[in-house]
């Protein structure tokens, strides 16, 4: 049997009886699992102890850290390395196989202290190879990198976890050819319920100017740059669609794009009505 990765797992569940046990198996080959569940109410935490991981209890106290966060200050792990994972996320082969040769014995440490992995991501049933790419910081030392705390206590949309921008990493960050399968088993519709849920969390940022630009600081370049650009419906589905070949995806390719182009005039609708009631927000 060839030798277990030192890193430590770090897999977000909530409800995820669906996806976990898939999540859990795709990564044996590292040497630590753990599960970090919020207070789940179907049979999460059971598959996953009876999987052999280590699950440890989460509740959101409403304020800072959030979820990932608190792993960070809070639990003991293994390895000085951490990927963080959700239940409908697997590392690909390739990604597997990358790893094996940076962190193989007797290969000097890295010299990054994180890394960005990008998504091939499932959707209606489609692995999607071209389009818009999403990127995640998720592989890191533990000691070098930390979740910024930003002004969205008490808006809708995220609740316990971090928003969509990335953990600052205190030394080099470098970026991995291999990719982590976004698998969700989820209806299309849980997708929609979800990002409208997002989208309240967007809208809100754009109301708050200070809190926007920190969490566009905190972005990729390709999403501090999205950020500024107008008209984003139509500029989105022009990327992700022509520029960036979503069509050669098929039917599944033109439903994302739309999709998402619709999350981004959702993010706008809701921005100006925000705005028309802004003596309102706090």
């Known amino acids: 049997m060839s030798q277990l990765l030192p890193i430590t797992v770090l ?107 990008d998504l091939d991501y499932v959707f209606a049933g489609t692995v999607l190879k071209h389009g818009h790419r999403v990127t995640k910081r998720c592989l890191a030392r533990i000691d070098s990198v930390e979740f910024p705390v930003v002004d969205d206590i008490g808006i809708p949309g995220m609740g316990e976890l971090e928003g ?7 030394g080099p960050v470098g970026r991995l050819r291999g990719r982590i399968l976004h698998n969700d088993l989820d209806p299309v519709s849980t997708w929609f319920a979800r990002h409208n849920k997002y989208s309240d969390w967007e809208a809100h940022l754009r109301a708050r100017t ?17 950020d500024l650009v107008p008209f984003k419906p139509l500029a989105f589905f022009f990327y992700a669609y022509i520029a960036r070949t979503g069509f050669m995806d098929g039917r599944a390719g033109l439903d994302y794009a739309i999709a998402l ?12 009505e925000l705005n028309r009631s802004r003596g309102d927000i706090a």
């Open 11 to 117: 897999i977000q569940t909530k409800n995820e009886e669906l996806g976990i046990a898939a999540c859990i198996e795709g990564v044996r080959e590292f040497s630590e699992i753990i599960v970090v569940d919020s207070l789940s109410t179907d049979k999460t935490k059971a598959i996953a102890e009876e999987l052999g991981a280590t699950v440890v209890d989460f509740k959101w106290d409403g304020a800072y850290p959030k979820k990932k966060q608190w792993q960070i200050e809070n639990i003991r792990t293994q390895n000085p390395w951490i990927l963080f994972m959700d239940a409908d996320e697997t590392p690909t082969v390739e990604l597997i196989a990358e790893l094996r040769n940076i962190f193989a014995l007797g290969q000097p440490a890295p010299s990054e202290v994180a890394f960005d992995i």
């Open 164 to 170: 969509h921008y990335q953990p600052v990493a205190r």
């Open 210 to 226: 200070t809190a926007r630009k920190e969490v566009r600081d905190l972005r990729t370049m390709k999403g501090r740059i999205f």
């Open 261 to 272: 182009s619709t999350y981004y005039w959702q993010i706008g609708l809701k921005t100006r």
